[in-house]
Nanobody
Framework: QVQLVESGGGLVQPGGSLRLSCAASGTFARINAMYWYRQAPGKEREMVAGIDNGEGRNYVDSVKGRFTISRDNALNTVYLQMNSLKPEDTAVYYC??????????????WGQGTQVTVSS
């Protein structure tokens, strides 16, 4: 019902920047909250940033001041601008969206993940 396509991952040197994108398509009434999660090898998946449809934002402490989440409601797309990247930001990044499907209720969906590697 809802497909998520992520892009923007890659290899970057410490201190560099990347911008992730996640576009939602399919059959839904609206997209509510949108999130970025990440999972590093051997670690649990953690929420990195979230944005609701009122533009309220929240971030995990480790990325505050470096990452910015934003959304384009016309394109049903969420972005994650990542600056001052550190090796510990290396992980697979996943987008997660909450979609309101009308009479079918609300469901959450995951993107396929995009690898971010921060290394010199």
């Amino acid at each position: 019902q809802v497909q998520l396509v992520e892009s923007g991952g890659g290899l970057v040197q410490p201190g560099g920047s990347l911008r992730l994108s996640c576009a939602a398509s399919g059959t839904f009434a609206r997209i509510n909250a949108m999130y970025w999660y990440r999972q590093a090898p051997g670690k649990e998946r953690e929420m990195v940033a979230g944005i609701d449809n009122g533009e309220g934002r929240n971030y995990v402490d480790s990325v505050k001041g470096r990452f910015t989440i934003s959304r384009d409601n016309a394109l049903n797309t969420v972005y994650l601008q990542m600056n001052s990247l550190k090796p510990e930001d290396t992980a697979v990044y996943y987008c997660n969206v909450e979609a309101y499907l009308g009479w079918r209720g609300t469901r959450t969906y995951w993107g396929q993940g995009t690898q971010v590697t921060v290394s010199s």
